[in-house]
């Protein structure tokens, strides 16, 4: 290693983040909307299609809380669904980040697309300072001083399975985002309300934004293009059928 390796080793990841702040320039006012309110707000819900910026806007926001000081971890949650445990775990002797690597894909795809390297991403997850698990791994763990990304909370297949995630966060010294679309389901299995026809995730967005400490946002534009809008309608077309 040297010598300007070996300084960077020695500096605090947080003092040389930088992050690409370009993305307020063309939010639309749902997305400043939802920024705020993760600022602001304990508690945030967004409720919102692929391609809306949902998960990109939420990293965004808790790297500035790291970059503040405002917080001391950026976790990011992902639900397991159907899909990856049928294709199961990669073999050999990666870490947990690698073997899960496309769990996490959409919290990577984010730091690229906010101007952090991976070399600072390594640094961050090295000095504890980000932290990707899966809802299987919440379970015992107590959370405290960190902005957490709860994400495709959709797949939830059971009131509790969201009660392990949202009971390990303290109130006093943390925020929490969790994102999903309500119009999708990875998982063949899961509870759902008969009378209001709500899945797990959104019989919490309902029950938490009761509080004046929580909020529930939702984005409309899908920035992906026209072929990934059509796609989304296609519930319309089943209907015609």
Same mark, same amino acid.
């Given at each position: 290693m040297g010598k300007r390796q070996q300084q960077q080793a020695c500096t605090d990841p947080l003092s040389m983040l930088k992050i690409e702040t370009n993305l307020y320039s063309v939010m639309d006012e749902h997305q400043r909307a939802y920024a705020k309110s993760m600022r602001a707000t304990p508690v945030t819900f967004c409720d919102a299609k692929s391609g809306t910026g949902k998960t990109t806007i939420a990293v965004m926001v808790g790297l500035e809380g790291l970059s503040k000081n405002e917080c001391q971890k950026l976790i990011y949650v992902r639900y397991v669904d159907d899909r990856?445990?049928?294709?199961?775990?990669?073999?050999?002797?990666?870490?947990?980040?690698?073997?899960?690597?496309?769990?996490?894909?959409?919290?990577?795809?984010?730091?690229?697309?906010?101007?952090?390297?991976?070399?600072?991403?390594?640094?961050?997850?090295?000095?504890?300072?980000?932290?990707? %698990?899966? !809802?299987? #791994?919440?379970?015992?763990?107590? @959370? $405290? /001083?960190?902005?957490? %990304?709860? !994400?495709? #909370?959709?797949?939830?297949?059971? @009131? $509790? /399975?969201?009660?392990?995630?949202?009971?390990?966060?303290?109130?006093?010294?943390?925020?929490?985002?969790?994102?999903?679309?309500?119009?999708?389901?990875?998982?063949?299995?899961?509870?759902?309300?008969?009378?209001?026809?709500?899945?797990?995730?959104?019989?919490f967005a309902y029950h938490m934004s009761k509080k004046p400490w929580a909020v529930t946002c939702t984005l409309i534009n899908d920035y992906r293009g026209e072929i990934s809008r059509h796609a989304d309608e296609i519930w319309t077309s089943l209907e015609e059928i």
């Open positions: 990856f445990l049928k294709e199961g775990f990669l073999p050999g002797n990666a870490t947990p980040e690698e073997k899960e690597r496309g769990l996490y894909q959409p919290f990577l795809d984010s730091l690229t697309e906010l101007g952090i390297s991976e070399y600072q991403y390594i640094q961050l997850r090295n000095n504890g300072h980000i932290e990707l %698990i899966t !809802d299987r #791994a919440m379970r015992g763990t107590n @959370i $405290e /001083d960190a902005f957490v %990304i709860i !994400d495709e #909370a959709q797949n939830a297949r059971e @009131i $509790e /399975d969201m009660l392990l995630c949202i009971t390990r966060v303290h109130t006093s010294n943390c925020r929490v985002v969790i994102i999903g679309h309500s119009g999708q389901q990875d998982n063949k299995k899961h509870w759902r309300s008969k009378r209001l026809d709500y899945n797990v995730f959104q019989a």
